[in-house]
């Protein structure tokens, strides 16, 4: 099927390579020219992992391209997806300037012209969006109606580091379709898949989006409440509690007689809570859409609230071991909001470093991804004096005369150290583990080891 795909951002590229991938023929529309460019000349422009290789293929395959003109790709196309962004308003709601934009130039492209297509919204959006705002903008435009256009909602479910193969193996592909003409023709794109197909209506496909995530953020606050608890109680850890509690049927399938260990999938591990560019602002937008509507949030509330603390708890550690933070070196080991990207968006790290800084210490950082070379890039303020982020270029360097460590990001790299070497160069050895990750490393006998969800019984 010809597919035209606007916005070539994460969900965008993703999607209009993961469609090439499968056979189709896909135009990206991107406003970006230097990105229109990367993307033709065969470079992701976003870390995500084997995201280049494809991109090369379906490019070599002559299925998949990049332009800045979104008319005649649109005219091409019988099916048409919005990919642009919806950022949060600092209410929570979701900014839809870029969706009812892309709406409008579609129905514009698509006046006078013949033949029944389909438009997608694949952009989170609240429920009702896509019927009662992106149908009416695009069908006004077009001076048609949905018996010309069809209208459809298919969220996507991609994480970062995995967004790829997420996209081509999916635990399941919702539509939300207006009619069934426009729910015939999704099934005919995803036909190549091997996947559940659940068809709906638009406003079911919405919900179905922000409810995935809002669970997920839900099992992470839960998580994070019990591992406070735990603190509380000394001699009991909080990671020994979830690996039991894993064990239920329920969460860990027995598949053969053997059980099937979902690991840190269940999103039952405590840590410095949960950041980038979805959970935080999806949970926000589903708040200010049930406030909206009158309908309860107390259980969103306590989520948002149980993730808000949990950089502020992890200071309170090193805090307990050193007292005043005040003229104290800290070393902020991980920036990212998780391993495996580059992805500095809503990471709980940063939010570290900036009580780290208004308490009065000196925060020096490092991360596999994040360079003093490239950090400017990714749009962090330099600067070795309070005013900005020390970023360095080695672990060994953040921690020389560091009072204390902070572990935010759970990249294995840290696993991996000798703590008794790395202890060596700090000038006292405190370790705050904010993401369980220590547990079992080398050389950590000299070395004060805080961790989240468990103390020590004194
Ligand atoms: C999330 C969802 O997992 C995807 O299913 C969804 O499609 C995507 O948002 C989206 O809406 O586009 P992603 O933002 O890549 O994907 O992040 P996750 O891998 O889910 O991690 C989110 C945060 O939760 C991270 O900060 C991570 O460190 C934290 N986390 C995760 C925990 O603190 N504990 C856990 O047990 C799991």
């Known amino acids: 099927m010809r597919v035209a795909v606007i916005g070539a951002g994460y969900v965008g590229l993703v999607t209009g390579v993961g469609l090439a991938t499968v056979g189709h023929d896909v135009t990206c529309v991107e406003i970006n020219a230097s990105r229109v460019a990367a993307i033709n000349a065969g470079h992701s422009p976003l870390h995500e992992p084997g995201l280049t290789e494809r991109l090369r293929g379906v490019l070599a395959a002559g299925r998949f391209r990049a332009v800045s003109a979104l008319p005649p790709a649109v005219r091409a196309a019988q099916v048409i997806l919005i990919c642009v962004g919806t950022p949060s308003a600092p209410t929570g709601e979701i900014d839809l300037q870029a969706v009812q934009g892309a709406a409008q130039q579609i129905g514009q492209a698509l006046r006078q012209v013949q033949g029944y297509r389909v438009v997608v919204v694949k952009s989170t959006v609240i429920p009702g969006t896509t019927e009662d705002i992106v149908g009416p903008a695009v069908w006004a435009a077009a001076g048609q109606g949905p018996e010309d256009i069809g209208l ?12 790829l193969s997420d996209f081509l193996e999916p635990d399941r592909i919702v539509v939300g379709a207006i009619d069934e003409r426009a729910a015939g023709v999704m099934r005919e794109l995803y036909a190549p898949f091997n996947a559940p197909l ?29 591992a406070a608890i735990c603190e509380a109680t000394p001699d009991v850890d909080v ?9 239920d049927r329920r969460l860990t399938p027995v598949i053969d007689g053997q059980p099937v260990q979902p690991g840190v999938l269940t999103y039952l591990r405590a840590g410095a809570g949960f950041g980038g560019s979805c959970l935080p602002k999806d949970v926000k ?36 071991a050193l007292g005043s933070l005040t003229g104290r070196t800290v070393a ?15 990471s709980p790290a940063l939010r570290v470093v900036e009580l780290l800084q208004e308490a009065g210490a000196h925060v020096r950082s490092y991360d596999p991804m994040i360079t003093p070379d490239n950090a400017v ?32 990001t759970g990249w294995r790299d840290f696993a991996s150290l000798d703590w008794s070497e790395m202890a060596s160069v700090m000038r006292m050895p405190i370790v705050v583990d904010g993401r369980r990750i220590l547990d079992g490393a080398r050389g950590l006998e000299g070395v004060t080891h805080l961790k989240i969800g468990y103390r020590a019984k004194s």
């Not at 902020?332 to 809503?346: A, E, N």
């Open 152 to 163: 459809a909602m298919n969220p996507e479910f991609l994480r970062e580091g995995h967004a």
């Open 198 to 226: 659940i068809v709906t209506n638009p406003r079911t496909a919405e919900m179905i989006k922000y409810t995935s995530n809002a669970l997920l953020a839900t099992l992470i606050s839960f998580s994070n409440q019990i």
């Open 239 to 247: 990671e020994a509690v979830m690996d039991a509690v894993h064990m």
């Open 285 to 320: 937008a589903l708040r200010a859409y049930a406030r909206a509507v009158n309908a309860p949030t107390e259980l969103l509330d306590a989520v948002l609230a149980i993730n808000d603390q949990r950089p502020r708890h992890l200071i309170s550690l090193a805090e307990h």
């Open 332 to 346: 902020v080991l991980g920036l990212t909001f998780k391993p495996g990207t580059d992805d500095l968006r809503d």
């Open 377 to 408: 890039q990714h749009g962090l303020l330099i600067g070795a004096n309070g005013d900005g982020i020390d970023v360095c270029a080695s672990v060994r360097e953040a921690l020389t005369d560091a009072d204390a460590a902070l572990i935010t």
